[in-house]
Protein backbone atom coordinates (compact mmCIF):
# COMPACT_ATOMS: atom_id res chain seq x y z
CA UNK A 1 0.00 0.00 0.00
CA UNK A 2 1.05 3.72 -0.51
CA UNK A 3 2.37 4.89 2.37
CA UNK A 4 0.40 8.48 3.83
CA UNK A 5 2.53 11.55 2.82
CA UNK A 6 4.30 12.60 6.02
CA UNK A 7 3.14 16.62 5.03
CA UNK A 8 -0.40 15.36 6.37
CA UNK A 9 0.45 13.45 9.15
CA UNK A 10 2.24 16.46 10.44
CA UNK A 11 -0.58 18.97 10.34
CA UNK A 12 -1.71 19.44 13.86
CA UNK A 13 -5.28 20.82 13.12
CA UNK A 14 -7.94 21.55 10.58
CA UNK A 15 -8.20 24.17 8.43
CA UNK A 16 -9.51 27.29 10.68
CA UNK A 17 -12.08 28.81 8.45
CA UNK A 18 -13.61 24.67 8.17
CA UNK A 19 -13.45 24.55 12.00
CA UNK A 20 -15.73 28.33 12.70
CA UNK A 21 -18.11 27.42 9.86
CA UNK A 22 -18.67 24.11 11.91
CA UNK A 23 -18.91 25.44 15.00
CA UNK A 24 -21.32 27.64 13.58
CA UNK A 25 -23.29 24.85 11.61
CA UNK A 26 -23.71 23.16 15.28
CA UNK A 27 -24.98 25.87 16.98
CA UNK A 28 -27.67 26.79 14.53
CA UNK A 29 -28.94 22.92 14.58
CA UNK A 30 -29.23 23.32 18.33
CA UNK A 31 -30.19 26.33 18.21
CA UNK A 32 -32.97 26.67 15.34
CA UNK A 33 -34.23 30.34 16.62
CA UNK A 34 -31.30 32.03 16.90
CA UNK A 35 -30.42 34.68 14.01
CA UNK A 36 -26.81 34.35 13.60
CA UNK A 37 -24.89 36.79 12.02
CA UNK A 38 -21.54 35.85 10.58
CA UNK A 39 -18.70 38.71 11.28
CA UNK A 40 -16.32 35.92 11.13
CA UNK A 41 -15.05 34.44 8.03
CA UNK A 42 -13.67 37.41 5.39
CA UNK A 43 -16.26 36.91 2.53
CA UNK A 44 -17.81 39.42 0.71
CA UNK A 45 -21.23 39.78 0.41
CA UNK A 46 -22.01 42.79 -1.69
CA UNK A 47 -23.00 42.62 -5.19
CA UNK A 48 -20.77 42.69 -8.15
CA UNK A 49 -21.22 46.45 -9.48
CA UNK A 50 -23.41 46.71 -12.62
CA UNK A 51 -20.56 47.81 -14.66
CA UNK A 52 -18.63 44.85 -13.51
CA UNK A 53 -21.10 42.17 -13.89
CA UNK A 54 -22.18 42.88 -17.29
CA UNK A 55 -18.23 42.84 -18.65
CA UNK A 56 -18.50 38.89 -17.22
CA UNK A 57 -21.90 38.73 -18.96
CA UNK A 58 -21.04 40.07 -22.30
CA UNK A 59 -17.85 38.24 -22.04
CA UNK A 60 -19.86 35.02 -21.49
CA UNK A 61 -22.38 35.61 -24.10
CA UNK A 62 -19.29 36.03 -26.67
CA UNK A 63 -18.20 32.54 -26.29
CA UNK A 64 -21.47 31.81 -28.14
CA UNK A 65 -20.48 33.27 -31.31
CA UNK A 66 -17.57 32.23 -33.74
CA UNK A 67 -15.78 35.71 -33.89
CA UNK A 68 -15.90 35.48 -29.79
CA UNK A 69 -15.29 32.20 -29.17
CA UNK A 70 -11.97 31.28 -27.46
CA UNK A 71 -10.45 28.00 -25.75
CA UNK A 72 -7.85 27.83 -23.29
CA UNK A 73 -5.41 30.84 -23.00
CA UNK A 74 -1.92 31.48 -22.33
CA UNK A 75 -1.27 29.72 -18.89
CA UNK A 76 -0.15 33.50 -17.70
CA UNK A 77 -3.03 34.76 -18.78
CA UNK A 78 -4.53 37.65 -20.94
CA UNK A 79 -1.53 39.75 -22.67
CA UNK A 80 -4.33 42.91 -21.88
CA UNK A 81 -4.89 42.06 -18.51
CA UNK A 82 -1.09 41.57 -17.36
CA UNK A 83 -0.76 44.79 -18.91
CA UNK A 84 -3.82 46.73 -17.48
CA UNK A 85 -1.97 45.20 -14.34
CA UNK A 86 1.23 46.28 -14.51
CA UNK A 87 0.15 50.21 -15.80
CA UNK A 88 -2.51 50.49 -12.86
CA UNK A 89 -1.02 48.82 -10.18
CA UNK A 90 3.10 48.68 -10.91
CA UNK A 91 3.86 51.47 -12.78
CA UNK A 92 7.40 52.16 -13.39
CA UNK A 93 7.84 48.79 -10.78
CA UNK A 94 7.02 45.86 -12.66
CA UNK A 95 6.51 44.98 -16.10
CA UNK A 96 3.32 43.00 -18.18
CA UNK A 97 5.46 40.00 -18.35
CA UNK A 98 6.58 39.88 -14.64
CA UNK A 99 2.40 39.68 -13.83
CA UNK A 100 1.01 36.14 -14.26
CA UNK A 101 -2.60 35.95 -13.82
CA UNK A 102 -4.34 33.38 -11.91
CA UNK A 103 -7.01 31.74 -9.93
CA UNK A 104 -6.58 33.74 -6.61
CA UNK A 105 -4.14 34.65 -4.10
CA UNK A 106 -5.00 31.24 -2.01
CA UNK A 107 -3.55 29.43 -5.15
CA UNK A 108 -0.88 31.20 -5.44
CA UNK A 109 0.29 31.28 -2.21
CA UNK A 110 0.17 26.93 -2.12
CA UNK A 111 1.77 26.96 -5.82
CA UNK A 112 4.48 28.84 -4.84
CA UNK A 113 5.20 25.62 -2.30
CA UNK A 114 5.74 23.77 -5.01
CA UNK A 115 8.18 26.30 -6.20
CA UNK A 116 10.88 26.35 -3.38
CA UNK A 117 9.71 22.68 -2.22
CA UNK A 118 10.60 20.72 1.06
CA UNK A 119 14.21 21.74 2.02
CA UNK A 120 13.12 25.40 2.52
CA UNK A 121 13.05 27.53 5.75
CA UNK A 122 10.08 29.50 6.42
CA UNK A 123 9.62 32.34 8.23
CA UNK A 124 5.65 33.82 8.89
CA UNK A 125 4.74 36.84 11.21
CA UNK A 126 2.25 35.62 13.80
CA UNK A 127 -0.49 35.88 13.59
CA UNK A 128 -1.15 35.29 9.57
CA UNK A 129 -3.12 33.83 7.13
CA UNK A 130 -3.04 30.23 7.82
CA UNK A 131 -2.33 28.84 4.63
CA UNK A 132 1.22 30.20 4.90
CA UNK A 133 2.10 27.70 7.26
CA UNK A 134 -0.63 24.60 6.64
CA UNK A 135 1.21 25.11 3.16
CA UNK A 136 4.38 24.58 3.98
CA UNK A 137 3.35 21.48 6.29
CA UNK A 138 1.97 20.28 3.36
CA UNK A 139 4.75 20.38 1.34
CA UNK A 140 6.91 19.26 4.21
CA UNK A 141 8.92 22.32 4.62
CA UNK A 142 7.44 23.21 7.86
CA UNK A 143 8.03 19.40 9.78
CA UNK A 144 6.55 18.24 12.89
CA UNK A 145 5.02 20.40 15.43
CA UNK A 146 6.57 20.09 19.12
CA UNK A 147 3.43 21.71 20.60
CA UNK A 148 4.61 25.00 20.46
CA UNK A 149 4.78 25.29 16.54
CA UNK A 150 6.19 23.32 13.48
CA UNK A 151 9.81 23.15 13.85
CA UNK A 152 10.48 24.48 10.30
CA UNK A 153 8.94 27.60 11.22
CA UNK A 154 10.08 30.73 12.83
CA UNK A 155 7.38 32.29 14.19
CA UNK A 156 7.65 36.23 14.21
CA UNK A 157 5.56 37.78 17.10
CA UNK A 158 3.22 41.17 15.50
CA UNK A 159 2.01 42.01 18.79
CA UNK A 160 0.76 45.66 20.26
CA UNK A 161 3.95 45.32 22.13
CA UNK A 162 5.90 46.24 19.18
CA UNK A 163 3.58 47.85 16.94
CA UNK A 164 3.09 44.41 15.26
CA UNK A 165 6.26 45.20 13.13
CA UNK A 166 8.28 42.16 13.97
CA UNK A 167 11.61 41.50 14.98
CA UNK A 168 13.35 40.52 11.85
CA UNK A 169 16.66 39.14 13.79
CA UNK A 170 14.91 36.00 14.40
CA UNK A 171 14.74 35.19 10.72
CA UNK A 172 17.14 32.45 9.69
CA UNK A 173 19.34 32.92 6.75
CA UNK A 174 17.76 31.67 3.53
CA UNK A 175 14.28 32.00 4.50
CA UNK A 176 11.31 32.42 2.32
CA UNK A 177 9.27 34.90 4.43
CA UNK A 178 5.83 35.49 4.28
CA UNK A 179 4.48 38.83 5.32
CA UNK A 180 0.89 40.56 4.70
CA UNK A 181 0.37 44.33 5.13
CA UNK A 182 -2.25 45.25 5.23
CA UNK A 183 -2.35 42.05 7.48
CA UNK A 184 -4.93 39.51 8.12
CA UNK A 185 -5.41 39.18 10.80
CA UNK A 186 -4.22 41.87 12.90
CA UNK A 187 -5.44 44.85 9.94
CA UNK A 188 -2.00 46.68 10.59
CA UNK A 189 -0.23 48.03 7.65
CA UNK A 190 3.37 48.62 7.58
CA UNK A 191 5.12 52.13 6.84
CA UNK A 192 7.49 52.62 4.09
CA UNK A 193 10.67 52.25 6.60
CA UNK A 194 9.58 49.12 8.17
CA UNK A 195 9.05 47.45 4.63
CA UNK A 196 12.59 48.76 3.57
CA UNK A 197 14.33 46.99 7.16
CA UNK A 198 12.41 43.84 5.52
CA UNK A 199 13.86 44.08 2.21
CA UNK A 200 17.04 45.15 2.91
CA UNK A 201 16.96 42.16 6.13
CA UNK A 202 16.15 39.85 3.17
CA UNK A 203 18.56 41.10 0.30
CA UNK A 204 21.69 41.14 3.30
CA UNK A 205 20.28 37.68 4.39
CA UNK A 206 19.42 35.54 1.32
CA UNK A 207 15.63 35.56 1.41
CA UNK A 208 12.85 35.91 -0.32
CA UNK A 209 9.64 37.71 0.40
CA UNK A 210 6.24 36.37 -0.51
CA UNK A 211 4.10 39.46 0.12
CA UNK A 212 0.60 38.79 0.34
CA UNK A 213 -1.23 42.22 -0.94
CA UNK A 214 -4.66 40.80 -1.02
CA UNK A 215 -5.77 43.85 1.17
CA UNK A 216 -3.75 46.82 -0.46
CA UNK A 217 -7.08 48.85 -2.39
CA UNK A 218 -8.44 48.91 2.24
CA UNK A 219 -5.45 51.21 2.33
CA UNK A 220 -6.71 54.88 2.94
CA UNK A 221 -3.61 56.55 4.47
CA UNK A 222 -1.85 57.96 1.18
CA UNK A 223 1.59 57.51 3.35
CA UNK A 224 1.31 53.94 3.34
CA UNK A 225 2.86 51.33 0.74
CA UNK A 226 0.40 49.79 -1.53
CA UNK A 227 3.03 47.11 -2.72
CA UNK A 228 6.02 45.90 -1.71
CA UNK A 229 7.62 47.30 -5.21
CA UNK A 230 7.02 50.34 -3.95
CA UNK A 231 10.52 49.79 -1.79
CA UNK A 232 13.44 50.20 -3.08
CA UNK A 233 16.12 47.05 -3.26
CA UNK A 234 12.61 44.74 -3.23
CA UNK A 235 12.99 43.59 -6.76
CA UNK A 236 15.46 41.22 -5.57
CA UNK A 237 14.13 40.02 -2.77
CA UNK A 238 10.19 40.05 -3.01
CA UNK A 239 7.57 38.06 -4.74
CA UNK A 240 3.89 40.10 -4.19
CA UNK A 241 0.65 38.03 -4.06
CA UNK A 242 -2.63 39.48 -5.14
CA UNK A 243 -6.17 39.22 -5.65
CA UNK A 244 -9.72 40.38 -6.97
CA UNK A 245 -11.15 38.70 -4.22
CA UNK A 246 -11.89 41.51 -1.58
CA UNK A 247 -11.40 44.82 -3.96
CA UNK A 248 -14.27 43.35 -6.80
CA UNK A 249 -16.01 41.38 -4.50
CA UNK A 250 -14.46 38.29 -7.00
CA UNK A 251 -14.62 35.68 -3.88
CA UNK A 252 -16.24 33.01 -5.71
CA UNK A 253 -15.70 34.50 -9.46
CA UNK A 254 -11.99 33.69 -8.86
CA UNK A 255 -9.39 36.17 -10.00
CA UNK A 256 -5.57 36.94 -9.04
CA UNK A 257 -2.15 37.95 -9.92
CA UNK A 258 0.90 37.19 -8.56
CA UNK A 259 4.47 39.70 -9.73
CA UNK A 260 7.68 37.85 -10.15
CA UNK A 261 10.59 40.54 -10.91
CA UNK A 262 13.14 39.44 -13.49
CA UNK A 263 15.66 40.67 -11.13
CA UNK A 264 15.10 38.38 -8.32
CA UNK A 265 17.56 34.92 -8.39
CA UNK A 266 18.66 31.54 -7.23
CA UNK A 267 21.27 30.63 -5.03
CA UNK A 268 22.85 29.27 -8.12
CA UNK A 269 21.82 32.88 -10.55
CA UNK A 270 19.02 31.50 -12.25
CA UNK A 271 15.81 33.57 -12.58
CA UNK A 272 12.84 32.67 -9.95
CA UNK A 273 10.88 34.48 -12.71
CA UNK A 274 11.39 31.01 -15.11
CA UNK A 275 10.39 28.65 -13.09
CA UNK A 276 7.59 30.42 -12.01
CA UNK A 277 6.74 30.48 -15.56
CA UNK A 278 7.14 26.85 -15.39
CA UNK A 279 5.10 26.41 -12.62
CA UNK A 280 1.87 28.28 -13.76
CA UNK A 281 2.77 27.07 -17.12
CA UNK A 282 2.96 23.38 -16.06
CA UNK A 283 0.59 22.91 -12.69
CA UNK A 284 -2.25 25.63 -13.61
CA UNK A 285 -3.90 25.99 -17.07
CA UNK A 286 -5.00 29.65 -17.23
CA UNK A 287 -7.50 31.53 -15.59
CA UNK A 288 -11.01 31.42 -16.61
CA UNK A 289 -11.53 33.33 -19.77
CA UNK A 290 -14.51 35.26 -19.06
CA UNK A 291 -13.12 36.14 -15.77
CA UNK A 292 -10.28 37.54 -16.99
CA UNK A 293 -12.38 40.01 -19.06
CA UNK A 294 -14.27 41.10 -15.88
CA UNK A 295 -10.82 41.26 -14.59
CA UNK A 296 -10.16 43.98 -17.39
CA UNK A 297 -13.64 46.12 -16.68
CA UNK A 298 -12.35 46.27 -12.95
CA UNK A 299 -9.22 48.11 -13.88
CA UNK A 300 -11.51 50.85 -16.45
CA UNK A 301 -12.18 54.04 -14.66
CA UNK A 302 -15.63 52.96 -14.11
CA UNK A 303 -14.95 49.43 -12.60
CA UNK A 304 -12.38 51.48 -10.31
CA UNK A 305 -14.46 53.84 -9.06
CA UNK A 306 -16.97 51.07 -8.83
CA UNK A 307 -14.39 48.83 -6.52
CA UNK A 308 -13.39 51.85 -4.61
CA UNK A 309 -17.01 52.52 -3.18
CA UNK A 310 -17.94 48.77 -2.18
CA UNK A 311 -14.50 49.01 -0.33
CA UNK A 312 -15.44 52.46 1.50
CA UNK A 313 -19.16 50.02 2.55
CA UNK A 314 -16.91 47.90 4.30
CA UNK A 315 -15.13 50.84 5.91
CA UNK A 316 -18.39 51.95 7.29
CA UNK A 317 -18.93 48.59 8.51
CA UNK A 318 -15.63 48.42 10.11
CA UNK A 319 -16.08 51.61 12.24
CA UNK A 320 -19.52 50.33 13.49
CA UNK A 321 -17.68 47.61 14.82
CA UNK A 322 -14.53 49.52 16.23
CA UNK A 323 -16.84 51.76 18.25
CA UNK A 324 -18.90 48.90 19.29
CA UNK A 325 -15.83 47.09 21.04
CA UNK A 326 -14.55 50.39 22.38
CA UNK A 327 -18.12 50.63 24.09
CA UNK A 328 -18.22 50.45 28.13
CA UNK A 329 -19.59 46.88 28.27
CA UNK A 330 -16.45 45.88 26.78
CA UNK A 331 -14.05 47.85 28.40
CA UNK A 332 -15.02 46.79 31.68
CA UNK A 333 -14.61 43.22 30.29
CA UNK A 334 -10.33 44.36 29.84
CA UNK A 335 -10.67 44.43 25.88
CA UNK A 336 -8.57 45.84 23.93
CA UNK A 337 -9.23 47.37 20.26
CA UNK A 338 -6.93 47.44 17.58
CA UNK A 339 -8.10 48.61 14.04
CA UNK A 340 -6.05 51.20 11.61
CA UNK A 341 -8.91 51.88 9.63
CA UNK A 342 -6.90 50.60 6.44
CA UNK A 343 -8.20 47.34 6.64
CA UNK A 344 -11.19 44.91 7.19
CA UNK A 345 -10.49 43.43 10.09
CA UNK A 346 -10.59 44.85 13.74
CA UNK A 347 -8.45 43.03 16.28
CA UNK A 348 -9.51 42.73 19.62
CA UNK A 349 -7.71 41.39 22.88
CA UNK A 350 -9.34 40.26 26.01
CA UNK A 351 -6.76 39.49 28.50
CA UNK A 352 -6.43 36.47 30.06
CA UNK A 353 -9.36 35.11 28.10
CA UNK A 354 -8.58 32.12 25.56
CA UNK A 355 -10.01 33.43 21.86
CA UNK A 356 -12.28 29.82 21.84
CA UNK A 357 -13.84 30.81 24.52
CA UNK A 358 -14.39 34.45 23.47
CA UNK A 359 -15.81 33.20 20.37
CA UNK A 360 -18.34 30.95 21.88
CA UNK A 361 -19.37 33.66 24.41
CA UNK A 362 -20.42 35.97 21.40
CA UNK A 363 -21.99 33.36 19.57
CA UNK A 364 -24.15 32.07 22.67
CA UNK A 365 -24.95 35.12 23.95
CA UNK A 366 -25.36 37.55 20.79
CA UNK A 367 -25.50 35.10 17.76
CA UNK A 368 -22.50 36.75 15.84
CA UNK A 369 -20.18 34.04 14.89
CA UNK A 370 -16.24 36.23 14.86
CA UNK A 371 -12.56 34.33 14.15
CA UNK A 372 -10.34 32.90 17.32
CA UNK A 373 -6.97 34.83 16.91
CA UNK A 374 -5.52 31.35 18.22
CA UNK A 375 -6.51 29.85 15.14
CA UNK A 376 -4.00 32.65 13.29
CA UNK A 377 -0.99 31.49 15.01
CA UNK A 378 0.36 31.17 18.61
CA UNK A 379 0.89 35.32 19.40
CA UNK A 380 -3.11 35.36 18.19
CA UNK A 381 -4.30 33.43 21.57
CA UNK A 382 -6.70 35.51 23.53
CA UNK A 383 -7.50 37.79 20.28
CA UNK A 384 -10.77 37.76 18.35
CA UNK A 385 -10.56 39.24 15.27
CA UNK A 386 -14.09 40.52 13.29
CA UNK A 387 -14.66 40.86 10.01
CA UNK A 388 -16.56 43.73 8.34
CA UNK A 389 -17.26 42.25 5.04
CA UNK A 390 -21.30 41.82 5.94
CA UNK A 391 -24.76 43.66 4.94
CA UNK A 392 -24.90 46.85 6.67
CA UNK A 393 -28.12 46.55 8.22
CA UNK A 394 -26.22 43.17 9.62
CA UNK A 395 -23.50 44.56 11.20
CA UNK A 396 -26.08 47.25 12.85
CA UNK A 397 -27.80 44.57 14.26
CA UNK A 398 -24.79 42.66 15.38
CA UNK A 399 -23.69 45.69 16.76
CA UNK A 400 -27.30 46.55 18.62
CA UNK A 401 -26.44 42.69 20.39
CA UNK A 402 -22.63 43.38 21.00
CA UNK A 403 -23.34 46.77 23.16
CA UNK A 404 -25.80 44.86 25.52
CA UNK A 405 -23.59 41.99 26.09
CA UNK A 406 -22.26 41.87 29.60
CA UNK A 407 -19.32 39.44 29.78
C1 LIG B 1 -11.72 31.68 3.76
C2 LIG B 1 -4.16 37.39 3.40
C3 LIG B 1 -10.24 35.25 4.21
N1 LIG B 1 -12.04 30.00 2.06
O1 LIG B 1 -9.73 34.72 -2.54
P1 LIG B 1 -8.25 34.62 -2.72
O2 LIG B 1 -7.78 33.21 -2.87
O3 LIG B 1 -7.73 35.50 -3.82
O4 LIG B 1 -7.54 35.21 -1.41
C4 LIG B 1 -7.48 34.47 -0.20
C5 LIG B 1 -6.67 35.21 0.79
C6 LIG B 1 -5.33 35.46 0.50
N2 LIG B 1 -4.56 36.16 1.35
C7 LIG B 1 -5.07 36.62 2.50
C8 LIG B 1 -6.39 36.37 2.83
O5 LIG B 1 -6.86 36.82 4.01
C9 LIG B 1 -7.20 35.65 1.99
C10 LIG B 1 -8.65 35.36 2.32
N3 LIG B 1 -8.87 35.18 3.71
C11 LIG B 1 -10.18 35.25 5.72
O6 LIG B 1 -11.25 35.28 6.37
O7 LIG B 1 -9.09 35.26 6.32
C12 LIG B 1 -11.08 34.13 3.69
C13 LIG B 1 -10.82 32.77 4.29
C14 LIG B 1 -11.28 31.18 2.41
C15 LIG B 1 -9.80 30.84 2.49
O8 LIG B 1 -9.43 29.77 2.97
O9 LIG B 1 -9.00 31.67 2.04
Not at 68 to 74: I, K, R
Amino acid sequence: MIKRNNGFKNLTAGYLFPEVARRRREYAASHPDAKIISLGIGNTTEPLPEYIAKALSDAALALGTPEGYSGYGDEQGLTALRQKIADVFYKDMATADEVFISDGAKCDIARVQTLFGSKVKIAVQDPAYPVYVDGSVIVGAAGKNNGKGYKGVTYMPCVPENNFFPDLSKIKKNSIIYFCSPNNPTGAVSSKEELQKLVDFANANGCIIIFDAAYREFIRDPSLPKTIFEIPGSRTCAIEINSFSKPAGFTGVRLGWSVVPKDLKFADGSLVHADWNRVMTTLFNGASNIVQKGGLACLDEQGLASMKSVIDYYLVNADLIKKTFEGENFKKAGAQVYFTGNSPYIWVKFPGRKSWDIFDTLLDKCHVVTTPGSGFGPAGESFIRISAFGHQKDVQEACERLSKLEM
